[in-house]
């Protein structure tokens, strides 16, 4: 069972989205210098189908993808989540960020656009860094994977211009309309 622990809005985690991004809790991986060890705890609310639906319904349309932070402890159960989406709300893109090196033995990564693949390692850097160990991966629409680490690097400059603006674009997802909800409940 997932379980997440608070969420952003966020413009530069995956390339040319506006991403809901879900922190999720009892993170197994303990990366030496983690920045956010607030993860490790298994606490937090309960991330099932209709915990995601109630998020995605208070931001969409102003989002254009949904992104799980961690989630390393139950790959299976992000799957199917990101599965869920992909099927009551078409049109949004979906990520993942896993903290693993690879991703799980007789995983069906083909539900998610995107996935962030590697442990954080403070002396190879995060993703703009250009010597980092982790990589972005695109999944394009022909169905081929694409490893897009390079666009962190590129757009480094633009993603600070990004966070200046971020407080107001922000503001303007929160006065977004908000449709009614897709699901079924
Ligand atoms: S995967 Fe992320 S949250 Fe988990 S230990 Fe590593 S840096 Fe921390």
Known sequence: MLKYA??????????????????????????????SKYLWEDTGTVLDQRELDDLVAKYRPGITCVCFMGGDIAPQDVANLAQHLKSQHHGLHVGWYSGKNELPKAFNDEVFDYIKLGRFDENCGPLDSPTTNQRMMKR???????????????????????ESNKEQAEKEIEKAPTPPSSDNR
């Open 6 to 35: 608070n969420y952003n809005i966020v413009f530069q985690e995956v390339p040319d989205e506006v991403t809901l991004a879900i922190n999720i809790t009892n993170c197994p991986n303990h990366c030496p210098h983690c920045h």
């Open 140 to 162: 394009l629409a022909d169905g081929r994977v694409k490893d897009i680490t390079e666009w962190f690097r590129r757009n480094k400059h633009v993603q600070f211009e990004m």
